[in-house]
């Protein structure tokens, strides 16, 4: 075969890889729901934006969400591993393109005694042999089947669900930052309630001291009231310890030792929670990374299917080599040559080898097809619950800021009563406890509150969005 021939054969083989099909998006086959089950569901507020973190209105969260960028640990190790994807793409799309390489050698033989043979350069004639070669060679399979642009469109895909894998890592990082924040905050106000009811619960027991010591108090009441001040006082290390293992979680997020953590410096009560809003079902599937990669993963399969396919039919190869060669270095380039060459090579017992290839291949598209189902329905489930969740701390906030309002009062009355001689102290003791139990209650679900729409946050996405 003539060098006409050869590149005429290589440009249709060129034309015929460019115009093979492109791969389609891959389809899910779910059909998602026209509107989110929950009632309360706002979709007049705007979806979540890239800094959605700073809707809580609080400069020490911004700071810390921004500290954790900078310095996570899981963060910088899923950056790594999109340069490794990154570099799987450029390998894998690198077949493509003819590779050419160029070599130098140099020789020297010398006989050292006897006759020589025929595998030697040097005989009893010339007992030296020297000679010097260069070439540029340049080889390429040609892609009739797509095989090697299905093994670099995989890579590519690949490279995508790496870099989704990313906003994923990121989304849970900052979310985790938030949540343990406001966790710091509630128990740090949980703290200070303990302390303010074990003050409260002090006053009450100095009051029952003196009515015993005149002798209007019985022993058993101020056997209570004791026990009550022993209970409210065991209330504030527990909290405090609860409080440093929130901030040692905080600080571990933020990839540096609890040591080098502020101190908190605001009050949950001074945060806002704000409205998120929803919008359809339809717009989670390109607001979710989890799912974006999901679906970047099951491409990257079906591309995988082709090469495997594309295996089980021949091969062929051109080539070419331009080289020269001569006994001096100065002579070297004055005997040019050229070399072409063709092969062709198709499977013909492999055992099943490469029927089973295909059939894993076609297994791993269907196990991943099943994954990216199976993420949808987990995003539209995790917005379900954060509406559902967020809907029903608003509906018992409500009741729970009365019940709060109500317990001062009672407390206030009964405290009172009881140093006029008008009440007992049981009705103090229980007061107390109800008041206790209202302040507690109430500060977490302020806290569930915040976490909630942090939730929501997460389950649509933040603000990332499929580009």
């Given at each position: 075969?003539?060098?006409?021939?050869?590149?005429?054969?290589?440009?249709?083989?060129?034309?015929?890889?460019?115009?093979?099909?492109?791969?389609?998006?891959?389809?899910?086959?779910?059909?998602?729901?026209?509107?989110?089950?929950?009632?309360?569901?706002?979709?007049?507020?705007?979806?979540?934006?890239?800094?959605?973190?700073?809707?809580?209105?609080?400069?020490?969260?911004?700071?810390?969400?921004?500290?954790?960028?900078?310095?996570?640990?899981?963060?910088?190790?899923?950056?790594?591993?999109?340069?490794?994807?990154?570099?799987?793409?450029?390998?894998?799309?690198?077949?493509?393109?003819?590779?050419?390489?160029?070599?130098?050698?140099?020789?020297?033989?010398?006989?050292?005694?006897?006759?020589?043979?025929?595998?030697?350069?040097?005989?009893?004639?010339?007992?030296?042999?020297?000679?010097?070669?260069?070439?540029?060679?340049?080889?390429?399979?040609?892609?009739?089947?797509?095989?090697?642009?299905?093994?670099?469109?995989?890579?590519?895909h690949d490279l995508d669900a790496s870099r989704f894998d990313r906003q994923t890592v990121e989304l849970t990082?900052?979310?985790?930052?938030?949540?343990?924040?406001?966790?710091?905050?509630?128990?740090?106000?949980?703290?200070?309630?303990?302390?303010?009811?074990?003050?409260?619960?002090?006053?009450?027991?100095?009051?029952?001291?003196?009515?015993?010591?005149?002798?209007?108090?019985?022993?058993?009441?101020?056997?209570?009231?004791?026990?009550?001040?022993?209970?409210?006082?065991?209330?504030?290390?527990?909290?405090?310890?609860?409080?440093?293992?929130?901030?040692?979680?905080?600080?571990?997020?933020?990839?540096?030792?609890?040591?080098?953590?502020?101190?908190?410096?605001?009050?949950?009560?001074?945060?806002?929670?704000?409205?998120?809003?929803?919008?359809?079902?339809?717009?989670?599937?390109?607001?979710?990374?989890?799912?974006?990669?999901?679906?970047?993963?099951?491409?990257?399969?079906?591309?995988?299917?082709?090469?495997?396919?594309a295996a089980m039919l021949p091969s062929f190869t051109l080539g070419a080599d331009l080289g020269s060669g001569?006994?001096?270095?100065?002579?070297?380039l004055r005997s040019p040559y050229y070399t072409l060459s063709a092969g062709l090579a198709a499977p013909i017992?492999?055992?099943?080898?490469?029927?089973?290839?295909?059939?894993?291949?076609?297994?791993?598209?269907?196990?991943?097809?099943?994954?990216?189902?199976?993420?949808?329905?987990?995003?539209?489930?995790?917005?379900?619950?954060?509406?559902?969740?967020?809907?029903?701390?608003?509906?018992?906030?409500?009741?729970?800021?009365?019940?709060?309002?109500?317990?001062?009062?009672?407390?206030?009355?009964?405290?009172?009563?009881?140093?006029?001689?008008?009440?007992?102290?049981?009705?103090?003791?229980?007061?107390?406890?109800?008041?206790?139990?209202?302040?507690?209650?109430?500060?977490?679900?302020?806290?569930?509150?915040?976490?909630?729409?942090?939730?929501?946050?997460?389950?649509?996405?933040?603000?990332?969005?499929?580009?």
């Open positions: 075969m003539n060098l006409p021939s050869r590149l005429s054969l290589l440009s249709i083989s060129l034309f015929i890889a460019a115009c093979s099909a492109t791969s389609t998006p891959p389809q899910s086959g779910l059909q998602a729901p026209t509107s989110w089950q929950s009632l309360d569901a706002s979709t007049d507020q705007p979806l979540p934006g890239d800094h959605w973190w700073q809707a809580f209105a609080s400069a020490p969260l911004n700071q810390l969400i921004e500290q954790a960028r900078l310095g996570s640990f899981d963060l910088a190790a899923a950056a790594a591993r999109v340069r490794q994807a990154q570099a799987s793409a450029v390998i894998a799309g690198a077949p493509l393109l003819p590779e050419v390489t160029f070599g130098l050698d140099a020789s020297r033989q010398r006989l050292l005694r006897g006759d020589g043979f025929d595998q030697l350069d040097a005989s009893d004639y010339e007992r030296t042999s020297t000679s010097f070669n260069t070439r540029l060679s340049a080889s390429y399979e040609i892609d009739f089947w797509g095989g090697k642009r299905a093994a670099r469109d995989s890579a590519l990082l900052l979310s985790g930052v938030a949540n343990s924040y406001l966790q710091s905050l509630a128990l740090a106000e949980q703290v200070r309630i303990a302390r303010l009811n074990l003050a409260n619960a002090e006053d009450v027991l100095r009051l029952v001291q003196t009515r015993y010591d005149s002798g209007s108090a019985t022993a058993l009441e101020l056997a209570q009231q004791r026990s009550l001040v022993a209970g409210q006082a065991r209330q504030v290390p527990l909290f405090e310890q609860q409080l440093q293992e929130a901030r040692v979680t905080l600080a571990t997020l933020l990839g540096e030792p609890v040591q080098q953590l502020a101190p908190i410096q605001e009050v949950i009560d001074g945060l806002r929670w704000p409205g998120i809003g929803s919008g359809v079902p339809s717009h989670l599937l390109s607001r979710r990374p989890d799912i974006a990669a999901a679906e970047a993963r099951l491409a990257a399969a079906q591309a995988d299917v082709a090469v495997a396919r001569a006994d001096t270095f100065a002579r070297i017992f492999n055992n099943g080898r490469l029927n089973a290839e295909r059939d894993k291949a076609r297994a791993v598209e269907q196990e991943l097809l099943e994954r990216y189902r199976a993420s949808i329905m987990d995003g539209f489930a995790d917005v379900e619950k954060a509406l559902n969740g967020i809907s029903g701390v608003d509906n018992q906030r409500q009741w729970q800021d009365q019940e709060v309002e109500q317990a001062h009062i009672a407390f206030a009355l009964s405290e009172r009563r009881y140093r006029a001689g008008a009440e007992t102290l049981l009705t103090v003791l229980e007061t107390q406890r109800t008041l206790y139990q209202a302040q507690d209650l109430q500060v977490q679900l302020r806290l569930a509150r915040l976490q909630g729409s942090v939730a929501l946050y997460k389950a649509l996405g933040g603000g990332w969005q499929a580009r």
